[in-house]
């Protein structure tokens, strides 16, 4: 089992908030490299496979987990698809926000 880090590129964007650059990150592979490492690692050995993103943190925004979600579960179909490896599990990284400023809002919970 084993997981990789991806980083999509570009602006990580929520309606009209950039949540954060995760072009300007060094960590995690871009597309292109999930699937070319996904495909070596399945010649390799590898049986299961997992997904990590961590675009962006100690958000307090309800939609940061939903549209990560969305980002990672629609790269997991495409590497599935093109590879045809086992993706067991996906994490959704980042952190949950408390509200630092009077205006800012817990998340919601439930």
């Given at each position: 089992?084993?997981?990789?880090?991806?980083?999509?590129?570009?602006?990580f964007?929520?309606?009209?908030?950039?949540?954060?650059?995760p072009?300007?990150a060094?960590?995690g592979?871009?597309?292109?490299?999930?699937?070319?490492?996904f495909?070596i690692?399945k010649?390799?050995?590898?049986?299961?496979?997992?997904?990590?993103?961590?675009?962006?943190?100690?958000?307090?925004?309800?939609?940061?987990?939903?549209?990560?979600?969305?980002?990672?579960f629609?790269?997991?179909?495409?590497?599935?698809?093109?590879?045809?490896?086992?993706?067991?599990?996906?994490?959704?990284?980042?952190g949950?926000?408390?509200?630092?400023?009077p205006?800012?809002?817990?998340?919601?919970?439930?």
């Amino acid at each position: 089992m084993i997981s990789c880090r991806y980083n999509p590129g570009g602006l990580f964007q929520i309606s009209n908030d950039i949540m954060d650059n995760p072009g300007d990150a060094k960590y995690g592979m871009t597309t292109d490299q999930m699937f070319e490492a996904f495909q070596i690692l399945k010649e390799k050995g590898a049986k299961e496979f997992g997904i990590h993103a961590f675009l962006a943190s100690n958000t307090v925004t309800n939609a940061y987990y939903p549209m990560l979600a969305k980002v990672l579960f629609e790269l997991a179909v495409r590497l599935k698809k093109e590879t045809g490896v086992h993706i067991g599990f996906i994490n959704l990284s980042g952190g949950i926000g408390i509200p630092y400023r009077p205006e800012q809002r817990p998340m919601i919970s439930g």
